[in-house]
């Protein structure tokens, strides 16, 4: 703040200029990313609103943009005070304005994430980030966990009248294929090269190149496959059983979007097909 006038000999006695200085304050906005399956590529959008009350009490668009990594931000030229904003998992920017100014931010939901926010280091929500003054220095930090899924396939072997199992169906083995893809092509990049198959054996066969898994159940047995990306597909094939008198099991397929995020219990979906005796 300025102060002008004019001092001449009209002024008696002692005269004092009060000048008041407010230093201006920094927001700076970071973000993180954690999970298996989160991506180092991906730009996480965010919208920063800012406004400047003036001396009537209203809204005024009086911000001079300042901030470093401005290449960051997709509009550094706004002139309504609102800021597109992309990060990827350990970059930030940090804007530079006056005192008091008003600030709400805002990031873009995604479905395979959850978000966590601290401001200045501790647990905050997203009401903590909107239409808030700022007065002091702040460091808000956006950490986004990418989920996980599961997927676990059952045999269970019954006879006709579903009563239990028919002679000599408890041993016998029954030959598996479970594909996995995403977004109708072939295999996410997520899994490629690595073995989702939990606790496999030696009869197991394993392209996890592909994502082609091919294994043998008796009754009651399981497989489980974990972690897996949120919105992978699945497809569960099983070897015609017709000529050793079983009804054929049609294939399943699905979409695996119901998680839990890593650390916690799993989300589990499972797909228990059944051969029937003749």
Avoid at 35 to 64: C, H, I, M, V
Avoid at 115 to 129: C, S
Avoid at 210 to 238: M, R, W
């Amino acid at each position: 703040t300025s102060y002008t006038g004019i001092a001449d000999d009209s002024m008696s006695g002692d005269t004092t200029l009060a000048f008041t200085n407010t230093a201006k304050k920094t927001l700076k906005v970071s973000k993180a990313i954690l999970g298996d399956f989160a991506d180092p590529t991906k730009e996480f959008a965010f919208t920063l609103k800012l406004t400047k009350e003036d001396a009537a009490g209203g809204d005024a668009s009086q911000l001079y943009l300042v901030c470093d990594n401005v290449e960051n931000v997709l509009n550094p030229d706004s002139t309504d005070g609102i800021y597109n904003i992309a990060l990827k998992g350990g970059e930030d920017v940090t804007f530079t304005l006056p005192h008091d100014t008003k600030y709400t931010l805002t990031e873009a939901d995604y479905a395979a994430y959850v978000t966590t926010l601290k401001v200045d280091g501790a647990n905050a929500a997203a009401a903590d980030v909107q239409q808030k003054l700022l007065k002091e220095n702040k460091d808000i930090a956006f950490l986004n966990t990418a989920k996980v899924t599961e997927l676990i396939v059952g045999k269970n072997v019954r006879n006709q009248e579903n009563t239990g199992l028919g002679t000599g169906n408890e041993n016998k083995e029954f030959a598996f294929t479970v594909t996995f893809t995403k977004n109708g092509g072939f295999i996410p990049e997520e899994i490629a090269g690595l073995n989702r198959l939990v606790g496999n054996t030696s009869t197991d066969t394993v392209n996890s190149t592909s994502a082609v898994y091919q294994f043998n159940l008796k009754h009651g047995e399981t497989k489980q496959f974990y972690p897996l990306p949120y919105d992978v597909d699945y497809k569960i094939e099983e070897v015609d059983y017709t000529a050793h008198g079983y009804v054929k099991v049609d294939d399943v397929t699905g979409n695996l979007t119901d998680n839990k995020t890593p650390f916690e219990d799993k989300g589990n979906t499972g797909i228990f097909t059944a051969s029937d005796t003749k």
